[in-house]
């Protein structure tokens, strides 16, 4: 009764300020059966890609598309409402089995968060497409890294200590964070190869600060997106909670697994958005 109320209360305030000729409230408005189930386990895989190693806005973006009536900025709102339950729970299940050092983790959040939020507006004024080639060429960079270093990421080793550390960690988050903002694919890989290939974290340690990170950044898009009224409650809930299934199982999986197994679905996950963002720019350019 009580969750009934709020999301009537949240549809009334969102259809007040919704862009015309889209979806408003809750985006019930033909959503058949099928979509939903598209929704549920787009977002329970993308959940769990995402805590593994990050990428799930791979999976979970183009299914939000499918919804009927749905405008581009309000499925990206609403993938980053759903994100952040999935997000915050692989967060915390790592928090509790890795235990992150936060003296680097909270700088590098606040940092990216901020640039997240900065990223969101410029997203409202430049063309996503100026950017792709520039990220599709350091996804083949970071791909080459990888397979290039087999030892890498597999022991912590840190390469800078004391205040160059958390200066880095800071630029990291401020470079990625924009990026997450403006664009967003594959944000939680460029985290962890940045964390591993940077500061000289292993696959497993990188990923659990990167969690922290990711978290942040999807709060600071957010924190533009939900007052504008882009964000479609129902949808983003139901979202949230299958992302949440997915983020604990990813979670558990990683830390039981270890560096390698990250690895690994790191390699799959960085070819899968070459493939991706590469075919994008040869549709756009044919």
Known sequence: MILSSTLQAASALQAASAPAGTLSGAGWDGLEPTTLAFIIVGGLLAGWVDAVVGGGGLIQLPIMLLVPG????????????????????STVTY???????????????????AASFGGAAVAT??????????????????????????????????????????GLACG???????YDGLLGP???????????????????????????????????ALALFAPTGHVLWGIGLILGASNMVGGYLGSRMAVSKGSGFVRVV???????????????LVIEWA
Request: net charge positive.
């Open 186 to 220: 594959g944000t939680g890989s460029f985290l962890v190869i940045a964390l591993v290939g940077v500061l000289g974290y292993s696959f497993l340690d990188g990923s659990a600060k990167a969690k922290i990170a990711n978290l942040a950044t999807n709060l600071g």
């Open 266 to 280: 790191f390699v799959v996950v960085v070819v899968a958005l070459i493939l991706k963002l590469g075919s994008d």
């Open 172 to 178: 990291i988050g401020v470079v990625i964070g924009f």
């Open 95 to 113: 928090a509790r089995r890795v235990h992150p050092d936060l003296r680097t983790a909270l700088p590098l959040a606040l940092c990216a968060a």
């Open 125 to 166: 004024l430049l063309p996503a497409e100026v950017f792709k080639p520039v990220i599709v060429a350091a996804l083949i960079l970071v791909l080459c890294f990888t397979l290039a270093k087999k030892g890498s990421g597999l022991n912590t080793r840190l390469k800078h200590l004391g205040w160059r550390h958390y």
């Open 70 to 89: 749905i405008s581009p900025v309000q499925a990206l709102a609403t993938n980053k409402m759903g994100s952040v339950f999935g997000t915050a729970t």
